[in-house]
Nanobody, 117 residues
Framework: VQLQASGGGGLVQAGESLRLSCVASGNVFSLQAIGWYRQAPGKQRELVADVNSGGYTNYLDSVKGRFTISRDNAKNTVYLQMNSLKPEDTGVYYC???????????WGQGTQVTVSS
């Protein structure tokens, strides 16, 4: 499975919006969930949001109500709509694919999101 992330890379002001996209290719049917992690400088990588094969979503508490994850199965694409961005949302965002096999997971390349106050 390959994950191609896009949509970041720019500088936005607090309160603005961005949409990240992650296109999956390869054996996408092996994925149980796709989501987004982020890593801020000096901090551990954390799960921001994910959506499983049943459509159930999961969010980091600090982004609930501001971020929305969705998937387009026909395009093998997962989107992360980020509204009301805050400086603390700054970080490198990584697309992640989880499988049912322990230790088998996939990562896309990171995309930078920078939010200025």
């Amino acid at each position: 499975v390959q994950l191609q992330a896009s949509g970041g890379g720019g500088l936005v002001q607090a309160g603005e919006s961005l949409r990240l996209s992650c296109v999956a290719s390869g054996n996408v049917f092996s994925l149980q969930a796709i989501g987004w992690y982020r890593q801020a400088p000096g901090k551990q990588r954390e799960l921001v949001a994910d959506v499983n094969s049943g459509g159930y979503t999961n969010y980091l508490d600090s982004v609930k109500g501001r971020f929305t994850i969705s998937r387009d199965n026909a395009k093998n694409t997962v989107y992360l709509q980020m509204n009301s961005l805050k400086p603390e949302d700054t970080g490198v965002y990584y697309c992640h694919g989880a499988t049912s096999v322990v230790g088998r997971e996939y990562w896309g390349q990171g995309t930078q999101v920078t939010v200025s106050s």
